[in-house]
């Protein structure tokens, strides 16, 4: 990406402010003006000194020139004091308010881009955040540097560099003189350190994101003792950076001295010039100091130079990757024009072929019928493809090949957030948001009353162990235990309402007792709408009204639980292995001997 690229991009965030724009380029512009102020000055001091002591004047003559003199310099000041504090405050406005709108962008984009777009490598949680933290900081400086450096600085210098013209031409041709070599080092500098402010940020954030990882593996670290081990991985991280700051030093240091070199023979070749030119009577000896401050005013943008160059080179990097999160138009969700109002729920899936974005082919030519109002399972070994299904269900991704229909028109035609709405969604392992309980569950109906949100809890099996929390409903969700949460998304479910349920594995995490719970919470909420089921445990699965059965990808058998037990197939070797697992034959036999006891005891 180029920088006039960039600033095409920037633009339509920038223009509205254009007012605060024209202000600070008026006040860079008075501030340019400003700070050749002191030049002028000092010439006339020294020069109507000088001709006070060529008159042998007394102190007292040279009183209302000082007066003149103090009121310029402080009247200056004063002006600068403002006219820098608006150029700061504007420029830092804009750079605020252009961030803000681009971080928001970003998130926009980012919200409205389907699941697979995560998925592909550079776009992983933390690459993402970088790649979008990345681009708007550096994009950022580059605005920064453009209102509050770049402008300021070179409006000085371009305003110094034409008064020496004016006032001299000579001396102005030596202070240009000077330039190239000082753009040189300064060019040299920065292709020298190029990068490496960017590798230095990438150290610091491997040795903090390693510290990171060090506490968060404490128990692991710990019970393998393998103290040593991290300890070492931290100091090797350390000596990079060690080694890398001190090269940026080292260089810094060097062309900074050089630069300082450059700058001094440019002084002293115009304290040359300009004495020789007061010897021969062409300019008044003031003019000495006059050119000298000048000359000062036009190499302090150069002085910077490098630094600039730099951190252009950063939003060169950095903005191309943010802008392609920008503009991924092909990984923007697809919907429709149907708004699903009052929606049966009969799926049908024909010859569906569906591939991850990685590669891995999970669904080859699968068939199935999800019945409206009906309990259907999904049986297979891990991998099979059974949340696939669902995902393709509720659209997070599209099928290769095949037809998806729902009430008997393509899934693709439905509007994919009213369809959302229709569906509510349990995973084995729920997310839970930052904040309390009742926001946690308030995700489901963003309206909900308390009263709601306490009912859904209470359907939910979780309303008593919140009352029992010291701040109840406002407690930290994010410190409930694993089956706690999971009831929590349960909640949620229940305050959602929706006539269509997809349930993988709802019970994973949940123990035995709040099992039993979530089961028959879940078989009321079942009634009347479609339901799509996918568990290992058999006990949710034997009443649904119609199981499948996947295997690599494919669909096997389907039918209920005792036409598919029959079949003797892959059913049934997943129903033996489970009953197997469980030990049921010792289970059974306590169960039956428990039984005799209490009926001897009732005999
Ligand atoms: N987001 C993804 N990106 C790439 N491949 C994936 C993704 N999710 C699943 N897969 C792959 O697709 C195949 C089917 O996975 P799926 O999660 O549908 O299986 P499953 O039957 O639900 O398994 P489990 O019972 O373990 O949840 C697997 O090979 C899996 O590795």
Redesign the pocket.
């Known amino acids: 990406m180029s920088l006039w690229q960039i600033i095409q991009r920037l633009f339509p965030y920038v223009r509205p402010y254009r007012g605060l724009v024209i202000a600070t380029l008026l006040l860079t512009l008075v501030g340019s003006l400003a700070a050749q102020v002191n030049p002028f000055v000092l010439r006339y001091t020294v020069d109507t000194v000088q001709s006070l002591l060529n008159r042998n004047a007394s102190l007292a003559a040279g009183m209302p020139m000082l007066a003149v003199v103090s009121a310029l310099l402080l009247g200056k000041e004063i002006v600068n004091t403002f006219i820098q504090f608006g150029q700061k405050f504007f420029g830092e406005k804009i750079r605020i308010n252009v961030a803000t709108a681009l971080h928001q962008q970003a998130v926009h984009q980012v919200l409205s881009y389907q699941l697979g777009f995560y ?1 592909d490598t550079g776009n992983q949680t933390g690459k993402l955040q970088t790649r979008i933290d990345r681009g708007v900081e550096s994009l950022m400086k580059l605005v920064q540097n453009f209102f509050i450096d770049i402008l300021p600085l070179f409006a000085n210098a371009v305003v110094a560099l034409v008064i020496m013209f004016s006032a001299n031409v000579y001396v102005g041709l030596v202070a240009v003189a000077v330039l190239p070599a000082y753009f040189w080092l300064s060019y040299r500098q920065a292709d020298r350190l190029n990068g490496t402010r960017r590798a230095l940020r990438g150290l610091r954030e491997a040795r903090s994101q390693g510290l990171v990882n060090v506490i968060d593996s404490a128990v692991v670290i710990k019970s393998f003792v393998r103290e040593d081990y991290e300890e070492q991985k931290q100091a090797a991280l350390q000596h990079n950076l060690q080694e890398t700051q001190l090269q940026t030093r080292k260089l810094n240091f060097l062309y900074d001295g050089l630069k300082t070199f450059v700058e001094q023979i440019g002084v002293v070749l115009i304290i040359i010039l300009t004495a020789y030119l007061v010897l021969d009577r062409q300019i008044s000896i003031g003019a000495i100091m006059f050119h000298i401050l000048l000359f000062n005013n036009v190499s302090a943008p150069i002085r910077q130079l490098h630094r600039i160059y730099d951190e252009m080179n950063d939003a060169l990097t950095y903005s191309e990757g943010f802008f392609d999160i920008l503009d991924a138009r092909e990984a923007q969700e697809p919907t429709g024009p149907l708004q699903p109002q009052h929606l049966q729920g009969t799926f049908d899936i024909c010859n569906v072929d569906f591939t ?3 590669g ?1 082919q ?1 669904l080859h030519d699968v068939c199935l019928t999800i019945e409206a109002g009906k309990t259907t399972a999904l049986v ?1 070994l ?7 299904i669902i995902n393709l269900l509720c659209k997070f991704y599209q099928p290769d090949s095949g037809r998806l229909l729902l009430d008997g028109k393509p899934l693709a035609d439905y509007d994919t957030h009213a369809l959302r709405q229709q569906i509510g969604l349990v995973l084995q392992k729920n997310h839970i948001f930052k904040g309390t309980i009742e926001e946690n569950i308030r995700y489901g109906v963003m309206d909900a009353t308390l009263e709601q949100i306490q009912a859904a809890a209470k359907q939910a099996y979780l309303h008593e162990q919140i009352m029992q929390l010291p701040k109840g409903y406002q407690s930290d969700a994010q410190q409930l235990s694993g089956g706690q949460q999971q009831r929590i998304a349960i909640a949620r479910l229940f305050l959602k309402n929706p006539p269509i349920i997809f349930l993988d ?1 709802p019970t994973a995490s949940l123990d035995a007792i709040a099992t039993e719970q979530i089961k028959n919470s879940l078989d009321a909420i079942k009634q009347g709408r479609t339901v799509v089921i ?1 568990s ?1 445990s058999l006990a949710q699965i034997v009443d649904a009204d119609c199981i499948y059965v ?1 295997k690599q ?1 494919r669909m096997v058998e389907s039918g209920t639980h005792e036409q598919l037990y029959d079949l003797r197939g892959t059913y049934r070797e997943i129903f033996d292995a489970s009953a197997r697992s469980l030990n049921i034959e010792k289970l059974a036999k306590v169960l039956v001997d428990d039984g005799d006891e209490v009926e001897d005891t009732a005999a």
């Open positions: 998925a991850y974005p990685s891995t999970a297979g891990s991998g099979a493809g059974k949340s696939t594995e996918i290992h996947m990808g």
